[in-house]
Each structure stands twice: as structure tokens, then as C-alpha cells.
């Protein structure tokens, strides 16, 4: 089979999806255009701040992207690419598009509140509680994590720091350009452009060479200070100008792709078991962000739902990025699917693992309409390095968002911006030096997965006492609880029972297991029984 059939047809699904299961989406939360957005009402210059559409897309779409569809797909292709594209376009249709708009929709009708606030107002304090500790704890992990991620790339290929550092300028004078001197953002847009890939060609000429550990302390500085700056100095025209790279990936990979016409080489199937485990749960819970990813649901109730000028552009920005998001990962799938079973795994290894692959085959594609395979590989490698720096910083943002919502009543002395971003700094530096981050990496799948499903969780309580149909969020809700208890049960019983146990895993998974029993019996009042008595935060809906 061609891989550019089943591209199109992939495409073409995944526009259908948005015009019509879309709709119904925005029809069902009843979004309302006429209706002020806390970006509006609540407007504070630093993080309530209105963006234009296209910014907060651009944003939105950086920050939710990363390498979670890059890593995910590409790890799960030993399953085969059938199943992996089938729950690419289904997750991402019906539970990974719906979680991360109706996030977005219910955070604005909560005043630009986390879905922990939305929980609390729905479903009360406790749940609040165990959903706060459980959203801080894992955006640590991310932190820590993406710190390592971007620290070591950086040091592996210096000519990346460089040009990330004069994206970073750039995007500062972007910024300033627009919001305080009102500089038309189309023809800002054009510059900024060009200046993004002139960083780019600078970069690859002088290369910034320093150590893995010295850029995750340089890192971590940067880190503490894009979470306490003003929303429109950096991140959103960073986020805004950082997206065009990953849609010029997105089309010269497509363009490469028709115009090359690579046939498919890689098993359809492979197995219901494979080194990696059962296709189910692994599956669901590997592809992660190519289908559904928890942490979306955090930037959408978190960063950009203090940015949304209208309602009205909260499906373009939740549904559409998610959608988007998901075409990437198809994309992922075919530098998989153009390869024999063995280039796969060597593959791997040659390149350093999914990222690499991708660059590689992304270079390949891209060689088809007269690219040079190095510059194409090149180009595709910086342009997701650009997205982890971008999630490392949005996770930051969204840890001390995080810890300010848990400290607001409970400990109000403790609820200052600074100290919360510092706190937070603290607990993931102090992983990401450790070089324990890797020991809890396997957990970190089934962790971001349960988190998507305590938001639908949250989402389709709220729908409910709204009187509203909650079915499009309450069956994606259960499927995935019901796939992270069992990927759970999987590393539980590996890591406490197995041959070569590792309690740390094996207590972290009990952890999580024992924290969704817990939320779920405290929402089965809300979701069954008196779904009604109590109205939520917001009834203008």
C-alpha cells in the first residue's frame, strides 16, 4: 500500500471530524460567542491576557505538541501501523479532541480555573485536593523530564541551543513589536518568519558546545523566568512563531510524502503481545499525546483559557490543535511505515531513538521535492527540540499555576507567584540532577493518561449539572480509566512481583491506582445521583 493514500485519507477524516463531530461538540457545551471571556474580564497583563486567534493557536498548539506524537507512535509501530493509525484518528476524533476542548470551554465558564477548580465547584474539596496533588506531582515529572530531554539535545547538537536562544530575542521583540506598538500582526508575522529561519541558518553556523548538566542548571533559570513573565513578552509570541516550524515540518513531510509516493514496508500487525507489552492497555497508554494526553487538558485550563478572546475560537484552537496534533502523529507513523521491520529497529538505534527516527525519515521525505536529506533531517531535529523547550516552560507555567490554586485557601501565606514557581523549580531540578527521572519514566505514560481521564471526569460532572448530555465526555471518561487501571495493574505487578522487581515503580503504581478509585467514588455521587442539587460556578450557559 502507498503510504500518501493513507495519508490523505487520514487528512481527509480528520477535517470531516472537525466540521461535524466538532459541531456537535460545540453545540453540546453551548458556546457562546457573545459571552465575556476571563481574558477580558479578568485581564492582569501577565497571565490573563487576550490573544488573537492565530497566537493562541500558534501557543496552544507548541506547548500541547512537544514530542509526545513523535515518541508515542513511533515506540507503539511494534503493534503494527494498522493499530496505531486506527487509534490515532479514533482517539484523537472522539476523546483526545473532545477532552481537550470541553477542558478549555469548562475552565473559561470557571474563570480561566485548572480543572481542579472545576472539580472542587462539582464535585467538592476532597476531589479538588487529590487532583491537585496528583496534577502537581506530574507536571514535576515533566519538568524534570523535559529539562533532561532538552538539556541533553542540547548538548548532543549545540547548533540547537544556539538557535533556540535567538528565537527566544526574537520572540521578546515580536512580542513588543505587537502588543506595545501595535505592529499589524500579519506583516509582523512575515518578518518574524524569515528572522526564525535566519535563527535557524545562525545557528548551524555557530554552535553553542556546553555540558548536558550545565544547560539544565542554565535551564532551570530560564525556566523560573518564563513562568513569572508576562504571558505576552515570551510565551505567546514564541509559542506563535515556534509553531510555524512544526507546520513547515507538517507540510514538507506531506508535500514529500505525494510527490514521493513511498510504498508501505512495515507490518500491518504484529502482535497482541510484543516486547513492549499487551496491546492493550500499552497501546492506549504509549501513543499517549497522538490520541489524548492529560497534560493537554492542563494548557487548555490552565494558560490558554486566560488567553482566549472568544468563546467562538475555543474549537479551532482545543479541537482543531488536538486534530492537528494527531495528523503529526500519523505522520510519525510513516517514517515507521516506509521501513522493513528490521530498518525499524536499527533504525532506532542508529538515530538515537524515536526523535531522531523521525528527523531522519522526515529528511527522507523531504529529499523527494529537492531537499538535501541532511538539512531536511536537520531542520525536522531542531524543529522538535524548539517544542520541548516550549513544554518545558508551559509546564512550569502550569506547575505554579497548580500550586497557587492548591495554596489559595488553604495556604494563602504560600500563594505568591515566585515562591511557587521556585518551588516547584526545586523538587524538579532536584530529579532531573539525580538521574532518578529515568527510574519513574515508565510510570510517567499511565500517569498522563489517568490525568485525561480525572478531566473528563471533571468535565462530564459539570455537564451534568448543567442539565446538558455528558455521553461525548463520560464514555471517553470510563474507556480511559479503565485502560490506565489496567496498564496499572501491568506495572504493578511487574514491579512488585516480577522477576527483577523496582518498588519505585511498582509503589508509584499503587499510588495512582489507589488516587482514581478515589476520585472516581467521589464523583460517582455527582455523576449518578444528584447530579442537579447543586448548581455549578457558572450558569449562563
Known amino acids: 500500500m502507498n503510504f500518501a493514500v493513507l495519508l490523505v485519507i487520514s487528512g481527509l477524516i480528520l477535517v470531516i471530524a472537525y466540521f461535524t463531530y466538532g459541531k456537535y461538540v460545540e453545540n453540546t457545551l453551548g458556546v457562546n460567542p457573545n459571552l465575556s471571556t476571563p481574558a477580558h474580564t479578568m485581564g492582569d497583563g501577565v497571565d490573563y491576557v487576550p490573544a488573537k486567534p492565530a497566537v493562541l493557536l500558534g501557543h496552544h498548539f507548541a506547548t500541547i505538541a512537544g514530542a509526545g506524537p513523535i515518541v508515542g507512535p513511533i515506540t507503539a509501530a511494534v503493534f503494527g501501523w494498522v493499530p496505531a493509525v486506527l487509534w490515532i484518528i479514533i482517539g484523537g476524533i472522539f476523546v483526545g479532541g473532545v477532552h481537550d476542548y470541553s477542558s478549555l470551554v469548562a475552565s473559561v465558564r470557571h474563570k480561566g480555573k485548572s480543572i481542579g477548580q472545576i472539580i472542587k465547584n462539582n464535585i467538592g474539596k476532597r476531589g479538588q485536593l487529590l487532583f491537585l496533588i496528583f496534577a502537581w506531582a506530574t507536571l514535576i515529572l515533566v519538568v524534570a523530564v523535559f529539562t533532561i530531554l532538552v538539556a541533553n539535545t542540547f548538548a548532543a547538537t549545540p547548533e540547537t541551543a544556539t538557535a533556540s536562544i535567538l528565537l527566544l530575542i526574537l520572540a521578546i521583540i515580536f512580542g513588543v513589536a505587537v502588543y506595545r506598538f501595535n505592529v499589524p500582526l500579519i506583516p509582523a508575522t512575515i518578518f518574524g518568519v524569515i528572522l526564525l529561519f535566519v ?224 518551588v516547584s523549580l526545586v523538587f524538579a531540578a532536584a530529579l532531573a540532577l539525580s538521574g532518578q527521572w529515568s527510574t519513574i519514566w515508565p510510570i510517567f505514560g499511565s500517569a498522563n493518561q489517568l490525568l485525561a481521564g480525572l478531566a473528563l471526569l471533571g468535565v462530564s460532572v459539570w455537564l451534568g449539572k448543567l442539565g446538558k448530555s455528558n455521553k461525548m465526555t463520560l464514555i471517553p471518561m470510563v474507556f480511559m480509566i479503565i485502560v490506565t487501571l489496567a496498564a496499572l495493574i501491568n506495572v504493578m505487578s511487574a514491579n512488585l512481583f516480577g522477576a527483577k522487581p523496582n518498588y519505585i515503580l511498582g509503589i508509584a503504581a499503587v499510588f495512582l491506582f489507589i488516587l482514581a478509585i478515589l476520585l472516581v467514588l467521589e464523583s460517582w455521587k455527582s455523576l449518578f445521583g444528584s447530579s442537579k442539587n447543586q448548581p455549578p460556578i457558572s450558569s449562563d450557559m
Open 199 to 422: 535563527s535557524i541558518a545562525i545557528g548551524i553556523s555557530f554552535p553553542l558546545a556546553l555540558s548536558a548538566t550545565t544547560w539544565v542548571y542554565i535551564l532551570i533559570g530560564y525556566a523560573f523566568i518564563a513562568s513569572v513573565t508576562p504571558v505576552w513578552v515570551l510565551l505567546q509570541p514564541r509559542d506563535y512563531l515556534n509553531s510555524f516550524l512544526l507546520y513547515a515540518v507538517l507540510g514538507g513531510a506531506f508535500v514529500g510524502i505525494i510527490v514521493g509516493q513511498p510504498d508501505i514496508a512495515f507490518p500491518a500487525y504484529i502482535g497482541f503481545k510484543t516486547n513492549l507489552g499487551y496491546l492493550f492497555p500499552i497501546l492506549f497508554v504509549t501513543i499517549a499525546c497522538g490520541a489524548i494526553s492529560g497534560f493537554h487538558s492542563l494548557v487548555s485550563s490552565g494558560t490558554t483559557s486566560k488567553q482566549l478572546s472568544n468563546e467562538k475560537d475555543a474549537k479551532i484552537i482545543g479541537y482543531g490543535g488536538m486534530l492537528i496534533e494527531s495528523f503529526l502523529a500519523i505522520i510519525a507513523i510513516g517514517t515507521v511505515a516506509v521501513l522493513s521491520q528490521q530498518g525499524y529497529t536499527s533504525n532506532l538505534s542508529d538515530y538515537g531513538g524515536p526523535v531522531g527516527l523521525f528527523g531522519a525519515g522526515v529528511g527522507s521525505f523531504m529529499s523527494y521535492f529537492g531537499i538535501p536529506i541532511a538539512l531536511g533531517t536537520t531542520f525536522a531535529t531542531l524543529a522538535v527540540s524548539a517544542f520541548l523547550l516550549t513544554s518545558l516552560d508551559s509546564a512550569t507555567r502550569l506547575a505554579r499555576y497548580t500550586f497557587q490554586e492548591f495554596t489559595e485557601e488553604r495556604m494563602p501565606a504560600l500563594n505568591n507567584t515566585f515562591l511557587a514557581t521556585g
